[in-house]
């Protein structure tokens, strides 16, 4: 165990290393720390800074044992250094020979490629029940540093020793990136022999998303199977770009009737007729839609233009298409007066939006809307007008509530003779006949509105605003 006294520590780190907790663990997160005072840290008393050494990568053999030695009460220090990827195969054969048999220990990438079959499948003889069995399986599977070889190997022997774990092991294997292209298809070809055909179904999808498969391997695949199997071929994942040849084309069209998005995604240019292309918009779904744009398929500008409107409506690819460069000036205004929230924050968001569009959603009823109307770089510029609209609104609605009232009093008034009994009341009664005249209603009306209140300020009078009014929002 480790037992550094503090008089070794570097004066520049010695307060720090008789710290409070918190200090002590901003300690252990730093990088390129003096190994003495890591080896201090190491042997801390308290568990949140054994954690943060824990995870430190290059943990030496003996820093390690002391972590291990000051955390035999602290399950959660044990479990963040066993999840720590880089500690060497030294240490990881220290923690295996203490009895430890966590599964996270075999996803480590220091353990020696030609010792990982042995290792694991001793971790695995070790475990009693099948679930646990699979943990180890997954993890050893999921290593990024022992290779494909070795990879394999496990796999071998899993499918001697623990057949009914091997369907599994051969899944998670097959998620694993760093696989070799080679090594992805000797996988299928070997569980094409190993495996009963329902098993063999249950890993299709594993092989065909490989991020390092070829096209010709995965056409390959696809026209090995069944056309129940190719019948909802939508219940498959592809690897990023891949574009079906023409065969395997062929094959799906000939045994799927929902083949759309298939072909909307993976096939190739040169076999995407009109006819294709229409068969698919025709449909009328937005993700369909979507991949053809970004695939710059659709060559028609009309039928282009309505499958940007039919993505935009459906929101979900909104900001890529903004990426794609397909997005204009007037669809942020059709977004903008979209019954959607999230299409008219959209709106709020893009400096394409007008000014006029910006200041009507900055009072929008959605509040997601006006926020994002306050992060719009245009903001700063119809801040003052916004905040000016919002005081001339709210007195002009106080103004039509008085205006309504006056109705009333005026009706009494008339009613009981007011002016004929009270001379005092004749002048504030004549006020309110003025409040009541249509001519105000009007004036308040126009004033509401910010672009003809500006033609106000040039002397156009009440009727002919009332007039202008049917052009204006």
Same mark, same amino acid.
């Given at each position: 165990?480790?037992?550094?006294?503090?008089?070794?520590?570097?004066?520049?780190?010695?307060?720090?290393?008789?710290?409070?907790?918190?200090?002590?663990?901003?300690?252990?997160?730093?990088?390129?720390?003096?190994?003495?005072?890591?080896?201090?840290?190491?042997?801390?008393?308290?568990?949140?800074?054994?954690?943060?050494? +824990?995870?430190?990568?290059?943990?030496?053999?003996?820093?390690?044992?002391?972590?291990?030695?000051?955390?035999?009460?602290?399950?959660?220090? $044990?479990?963040?250094?066993?999840?720590?990827?880089?500690?060497?195969?030294?240490?990881?054969?220290?923690?295996?020979?203490?009895?430890?048999?966590?599964?996270?220990?075999?996803?480590?990438?220091?353990?020696?490629?030609?010792?990982?079959?042995?290792?694991?499948?001793?971790?695995?003889?070790?475990?009693?029940?099948?679930?646990?069995?699979?943990?180890?399986?997954?993890?050893?599977?999921?290593?990024?540093?022992?290779?494909?070889?070795?990879?394999?190997?496990?796999?071998?022997?899993?499918?001697?020793?623990?057949?009914?774990?091997?369907?599994?092991?051969?899944?998670?294997?097959?998620?694993?990136?760093?696989?070799?292209?080679?090594?992805?298809?000797?996988?299928? $070809?070997?569980?094409?022999?190993?495996?009963?055909?329902?098993?063999?179904?249950?890993?299709?999808?594993?092989?065909?998303?490989?991020?390092?498969?070829?096209?010709?391997? =995965?056409?390959?695949?696809?026209?090995?199977?069944? !056309?129940?199997?190719?019948?909802?071929?939508?219940?498959?994942?592809?690897?990023?770009?891949?574009?079906?040849?023409?065969?395997?084309?062929?094959?799906?069209?000939?045994?799927?009737?929902?083949?759309?998005?298939?072909?909307?995604?993976?096939?190739?240019?040169?076999?995407?007729?009109?006819?294709?292309?229409?068969?698919?918009?025709?449909?009328?779904?937005?993700?369909?839609?979507?991949?053809?744009?970004?695939?710059?398929?659709?060559?028609?500008?009309?039928?282009?233009?309505?499958?940007?409107?039919?993505?935009?409506?459906?929101?979900?690819?909104?900001?890529?298409?903004?990426?794609?460069?397909?997005?204009?000036?007037?669809?942020?205004?059709?977004?903008?007066?979209?019954?959607?929230?999230?299409?008219?924050?959209?709106?709020?968001?893009?400096?394409?939006?007008?000014?006029?569009?910006?200041?009507?959603?900055?009072?929008?009823?959605?509040?997601?809307?006006?926020?994002?109307?306050?992060?719009?770089?245009?903001?700063?510029?119809?801040?003052?007008?916004?905040?000016?609209?919002?005081?001339?609104?709210?007195?002009?609605?106080?103004?039509?509530?008085?205006?309504?009232?006056?109705?009333?009093?005026?009706?009494? +008034? !008339?009613?009981?003779?007011?002016?004929?009994?009270?001379? =005092?009341? $004749?002048?504030?009664?004549?006020?309110?006949?003025?409040?009541?005249?249509?001519?105000?209603?009007?004036?308040?009306?126009?004033?509401?509105?910010?672009?003809?209140?500006?033609?106000?300020? !040039?002397?156009?009078?009440?009727?002919?605003?009332?007039?202008?009014?049917?052009?204006?929002?």
């Amino acid at each position: 165990m480790l037992s550094v006294p503090l008089k070794l520590i570097p004066a520049n780190y010695l307060d720090r290393v008789k710290g409070k907790v918190s200090v002590r663990e901003g300690l252990a997160h730093e990088k390129d720390l003096p190994e003495i005072v890591v080896d201090r840290l190491a042997g801390d008393r308290s568990a949140t800074v054994l954690s943060a050494v +824990a995870r430190r990568e290059g943990l030496t053999l003996e820093q390690v044992k002391s972590i291990l030695d000051h955390a035999r009460h602290h399950y959660d220090v $044990r479990s963040t250094l066993f999840r720590n990827r880089t500690l060497s195969h030294e240490a990881l054969q220290h923690i295996f020979d203490m009895g430890y048999n966590d599964s996270e220990l075999y996803a480590n990438i220091n353990i020696k490629a030609t010792e990982f079959p042995k290792i694991v499948m001793r971790g695995i003889a070790k475990e009693n029940s099948s679930w646990s069995r699979t943990y180890v399986i997954r993890s050893a599977m999921s290593n990024r540093g022992v290779g494909s070889t070795a990879l394999i190997a496990l796999s071998e022997e899993v499918r001697k020793v623990h057949r009914g774990e091997y369907e599994e092991s051969i899944k998670h294997l097959l998620r694993n990136d760093t696989l070799t292209t080679k090594s992805v298809e000797w996988i299928w $070809r070997r569980a094409i022999g190993a495996m009963k055909p329902s098993e063999l179904e249950s890993i299709v999808n594993s092989v065909v998303l490989h991020p390092n498969t070829t096209d010709e391997f =995965i056409d390959q695949v696809l026209l090995s199977l069944k !056309d129940s199997q190719l019948n909802d071929v939508r219940r498959y994942e592809f690897r990023d770009g891949y574009l079906a040849s023409g065969e395997v084309i062929q094959k799906i069209r000939t045994v799927n009737s929902d083949f759309s998005y298939f072909l909307a995604n993976h096939c190739r240019a040169e076999h995407m007729t009109q006819a294709i292309v229409n068969s698919i918009l025709d449909r009328g779904e937005a993700d369909y839609a979507f991949v053809l744009l970004k695939r710059g398929l659709i060559e028609n500008e009309g039928m282009k233009e309505q499958a940007i409107i039919a993505v935009i409506k459906d929101y979900d690819h909104v900001r890529e298409l903004g990426e794609l460069g397909l997005i204009r000036t007037e669809h942020v205004e059709m977004a903008a007066r979209d019954s959607s929230w999230q299409l008219r924050r959209f709106a709020a968001r893009s400096e394409m939006a007008s000014e006029k569009t910006l200041k009507r959603l900055a009072v929008d009823n959605d509040s997601d809307v006006r926020r994002a109307v306050l992060e719009n770089p245009k903001w700063e510029e119809i801040k003052d007008s916004v905040e000016y609209q919002k005081r001339v609104t709210a007195s002009v609605d106080r103004l039509n509530n008085i205006v309504s009232r006056a109705h009333d009093v005026l009706d009494v +008034a !008339d009613q009981d003779g007011w002016e004929k009994d009270y001379e =005092i009341s $004749r002048e504030f009664l004549q006020a309110l006949r003025v409040l009541a005249k249509p001519e105000f209603k009007e004036f308040l009306t126009s004033f509401a509105s910010e672009e003809q209140r500006e033609l106000m300020k !040039d002397g156009i009078d009440t009727e002919t605003l009332s007039i202008l009014g049917q052009f204006f929002d």
